[in-house]
C-alpha cells in the first residue's frame, strides 16, 4: 500500500507529529499511516515526568493534560551528599507524573480521533529506499511512503537510513523499577508529594543522579526509582548501575531483590548528528533527547511541531530531501534548549570529583537552580493555531500598505505561555 507519509513509532514524538500533521494540513494526515510494534496500552519505561512545556505543547494541540491520570509532584529536591535546593516550576507545583502506557495510550486515542490510520502490532523489519521514496518491509506487509519519519525511539530502525552513522551521539543507561509507596515493615522516608534526585553517586562515575518520583500504578500510591548515566563524558564509565540502585534502596527501607528492575537506553542530542536525510526524518528518541536529566516527554512532543511543518513544507513544495530541517530543529527554541542541557551535561561531569561537587553544592545551589530554571526548562511556545483562537480572541492590526493604512484580516493571536500553563492547571506560574 502507498501513503504519503509513514510514521514509525506512537509514543509522544510520533503522535505529536501525526497530530501536528492533521491541525496543519487535515488531507495529508490522512493520507499519513503510523506503525506501532505494539499494542496500546503498551509497558514503556520512563519516569514520566511532565513539565510545564510539556502542557504548553498539548495545549497547543488543544489537548488538556489533566484527561491522563497523574500524580502532582509538591517540591523536587536536587541533592549531594545533604547539601543541595528544593524547586518549583510554579508557586504550588513542580511537576505531574504519568505512567507511560497511559500516557502515550491517550495520545494514540487522540491520532485516531482525527482519522489518522495507526495500525499497532506492526514491526519494522527493513527500510529499502526507492526512487520516489522509502518502501517499508513489516511483518505486516510492505508499504511505500513518499516520506517516512523515525520516531522509534533510541534504537531506532528508521536512523539506519542516516547517511553518517559513524556521527552519533552519546547513548545514556537507564535503570528503574516501581515500589509501594510505603517500604514494607516501615514507613516512608520520603515526604508523599515530593521528587528526589540525589548525584551523591558522581564521583562513583554515574554521570548522573538517583531518582525517586511519587506516581500512581492502578489507583495505587506507588514510587517509581532510577538510576540516569548519561555516559557523555568518555572513558569515565561508572560501571554496573544494579549495585548503584541498590545503596539507593536500601537507604530508603527496601531490598532491590524484592522488584524488578529494568534499564533502557537513551540517545542523547548532539548538534552534529544528523536528523534528516532525503526522505526521512528522525524526532524524539531517534533524533536525540535531553543530556542533563535524560528527559524526554517535553522534547519528543516538541519535535513532532518541527516535523509537522517540514512535512508541510516538503509536500508543497515538492521536495523532499529536507536539507533544511536540521538547521531549522537546531534554530528552535527547542534545539538551542537541547543544546544547552548536552553543554550543561559536558561541563558539570567533567568535573566529578567530591570535593568539587561539594563545593558546588554548599556555595552554589542557588545559581545552580537559577541556572536550571532560567536556561534549561521554559522552551515551548504557544502558537498562534485554530486551537489557540479559541482561547484568547484575535486582535485586529493596522497595517500600511501601498495605498495607506488599512486594518489587516483578523488572525489567531497566540495565548502566552502563562495564560495556556494556567488553562492546563499550573496556577501561578512565573512572570515571563
Known amino acids: 500500500m502507498r501513503y504519503d507519509v509513514i510514521i514509525v513509532g506512537s509514543g509522544p514524538a510520533g503522535s505529536s507529529t501525526a497530530l501536528h500533521l492533521a491541525r496543519l494540513n487535515p488531507a495529508l494526515a490522512r493520507r499519513t499511516l503510523v506503525l506501532e510494534r505494539d499494542r496500546h496500552p503498551r509497558h514503556k519505561l520512563c519516569g514520566g515526568a511532565c513539565v510545564p512545556d510539556v502542557d504548553v505543547c498539548l495545549a497547543n494541540l488543544d489537548l488538556d493534560p489533566r484527561s491522563v491520570p497523574s500524580v502532582e509532584v509538591d517540591w523536587a529536591y536536587l ?43 506492526t514491526r519494522v523489519l527493513r527500510l529499502r529506499r526507492v526512487d ?10 510492505t508499504y511505500h511512503a513518499r516520506v517516512v519519519v523515525g520516531a522509534d525511539g ?72 532510577g538510576v540516569y548515566d548519561s555516559c557523555i563524558a568518555p572513558g569515565k564509565r561508572g560501571g554496573s548501575l544494579r549495585p548503584v540502585m541498590a545503596q539507593w534502596m536500601e537507604q530508603n527501607g527496601y531490598r532491590l531483590d524484592d522488584y524488578r528492575l529494568e534499564g533502557h537506553p537513551i540517545r542523547l ?33 516538541g519535535y513532532g511541531e518541527l516535523a509537522g511543518s517540514a512535512l508541510v513544507d516538503a509536500f508543497r513544495r515538492d521536495d523532499f530531501s529536507f536539507s533544511g530541517y536540521q538547521r531549522q530543529v537546531l534554530a528552535s527554541p527547542l534545539g538551542r534548549t537541547l543544546s544547552r542541557r548536552t553543554l550543561t551535561a559536558r561541563i558539570a561531569n567533567r568535573f566529578p570529583q567530591a570535593l568539587v561537587q561539594r563545593t558546588v553544592w554548599r556555595h552554589l ?68
Open 132 to 141: 520516489d521514496g522509502v518502501e517499508v518491509e513489516t511483518n505486516r506487509g
Open 365 to 432: 545551589g542557588p545559581v545552580v537552580r537559577w541556572y536550571i530554571k532560567n536556561f534549561l526548562f521554559y522552551w515551548a511556545e504557544p502558537l498562534a493555531s485554530p486551537a489557540a483562537s479559541n482561547l484568547e480572541p484575535p486582535r485586529r492590526r493596522i497595517e500600511t500598505g501601498a495605498d495607506g493604512v488599512h486594518a489587516a484580516p483578523n488572525r489567531p493571536r497566540a495565548p502566552s505561555r502563562k495564560r495556556l500553563l494556567q488553562r492546563v492547571g499550573f496556577t501561578g506560574v512565573p512572570s515571563e
Open 79 to 121: 541533592n549531594f551528599r545533604g547539601r543541595g535546593f528544593r524547586m518549583r516550576f510554579a508557586r504550588d507545583l513542580s511537576f505531574r507524573v504519568v505512567r507511560r502506557n497511559e500516557f502515550d495510550g491517550w495520545l494514540a486515542e487522540q491520532v485516531r480521533s482525527r482519522d489518522i490510520e495507526l495500525q499497532e502490532s
Open 154 to 225: 533510541s534504537s531506532s530502525v528508521v536512523r539506519r537510513l542516516m547517511p553518517d552513522e559513524t556521527n552519533t551521539a552519546a547513548v545514556a543507561r537507564v535503570v528503574e523499577l516501581v515500589t509501594p509507596a510505603t517500604p514494607p515493615g516501615g514507613s516512608a522516608r520520603l515526604a508523599a508529594d515530593d521528587a528526589f534526585l540525589d548525584f551523591a553517586w558522581m564521583p562513583r562515575g554515574i554521570q548522573g543522579y538517583v531518582w525517586s518520583f511519587p506516581t500512581s500504578v492502578d489507583g495505587q500510591p506507588s514510587r517509581n526509582w
Open 269 to 301: 542530542f548532539d548538534p552534529r548528528a544528523a536528523l534528516s536525510a532525503p526522505n526521512v526524518l528522525l524526532v524524539g528518541d531517534a533524533a536525540g533527547v535531553d543530556a542533563t536529566f535524560g528527559e524526554g516527554i517535553s522534547f519528543a512532543l
